[in-house]
């Protein structure tokens, strides 16, 4: 497992660029709530600990995670923004529905960064049991969201 011993919530302030003049989109799963919750707070912690400045974070709610792909594309037609990133989660069922929504959530999210110039991040749980989201969202492996909202920071001023 590739998280087993790392904390996904550790990054070193100082190799992170400053992002006070960059502007932010999340788009949020409902589904699942305790976890997506989770995750929004993680990056939105470290966009704001890092300098973004809450009025250039915008939040935009959906209703599952397979809608996420809509959802940042719309935000990326009515804002101006940075980076956006996709908060959702997908827990393994007794059903191929899993696998369904994983695929197309992954492929829309490839599609979005390949058709435009404005960086998606993945941050998209697609766990085996309700625990390891928990542990992944802010529990003992640290918080997913917190890694997504780094990796918006550098993809953000990778292009400037």
Known sequence: MATENKNLSEYDKATIPNAKSLRFGIVVSEWNPTITEGLFKG???ALVDCGALPQNIIRWDVPGSFELVYGAKKMLKTHELDA???IGCVIQGETKHFDFVCSGVTQGVMDLNLQNDVP??????TDNTLQQSIDRSGGKHGNKGTEAAIAAIKMAVLGL
């Open 43 to 45: 990056a939105y912690d």
């Open 84 to 86: 956006i990133i996709t």
């Open 120 to 125: 998606v991040i993945f941050c998209v749980l």
